[in-house]
């Protein structure tokens, strides 16, 4: 009767989890003695009966994203960063220098220290073991300044709107530079902190109504009522 994955290992809808005289629990279901999950989560083999602890605000990582994650640990070769996923990502010091690592030379909380906000790009991840950062592209390093909010990863999309209509619109009407991380989190820098504020009040109601039409109309004239500026007839 076999398992297909160890306890606590992350999973998706679809994915076979084990074979034979096994009960089915959370977000599990049988077919021809077959389990399958329900749901993305963490999967738990409790003596025969098999749960999937669903994760509704955790991301997955896809290769090609770009996320914002903080550094939650400088290690002796690189650092693991809390990309809000069920683990953390890596990222190592020959992923971030321009020159060979060296350990004995190279002062890592120097360049990124525990509490540091990050720009990366995953750039490894199957499910095996841990993703994989780095930040040597364009655009990519460590966040200086701006405002930082976070909302469900599967909100993303709807942040970006269809053809790029709600970022774009986001990004004039609030005259604010926005990163937006595949992870969930947004960065937004401004002229002054009022204009962040508002952007980030805006993404938040995004979030919030979601799954309702007519959202950028009533995004932009949201904006528009707190700039204190004409909405155009």
Not at 78 to 98: H, K, T
Request: charged share 25%; aromatic share 6%.
């Amino acid at each position: 009767m076999p398992t297909f994955y160890e306890n606590r290992q992350l999973v998706t809808p679809g994915d076979l989890l084990a074979e034979g005289n096994y009960l089915t629990g959370d977000n599990t279901y049988k077919e021809n003695d077959k389990i399958y999950s329900t749901r993305i989560g963490l999967v738990n083999y409790k003596e025969r009966r098999i749960h999937v602890t669903a994760l509704k605000a955790f991301y997955v990582p896809q290769v090609g994203d770009i996320v914002i994650g903080r550094v939650a640990e400088v290690g002796i070769s690189g650092w693991m960063i809390d990309i809000n996923a069920p683990y953390p990502a890596v990222l190592r010091a020959s992923d971030v220098l321009d020159r060979p690592f060296r350990p004995q030379r190279n002062d890592l909380p120097s360049i990124f220290n525990e509490d540091d906000l990050l720009i990366a790009k995953v750039v490894a991840y199957d499910r095996t073991r841990d993703p994989m950062l780095t930040v040597r592209e364009s655009g990519l390093g460590k966040v200086t300044h701006g405002l930082v909010v976070k909302i469900t990863p599967t909100k993303i999309p709807r942040v970006i709107g269809r053809k790029g209509s709600m970022i774009s619109m986001l990004k004039r009407e609030t005259e604010c530079r926005i990163t937006l991380g595949q992870n969930g989190l947004v960065l937004i820098s401004g002229k002054t902190l009022e204009d962040e504020q508002i952007a980030a009040m805006a993404i938040r109601k995004i979030e919030e109504e979601s799954h309702t039409s007519g959202l950028t109309d009533r995004i932009t004239q949201m904006v528009r009522k707190e700039k204190g500026g004409v909405e155009n007839t």
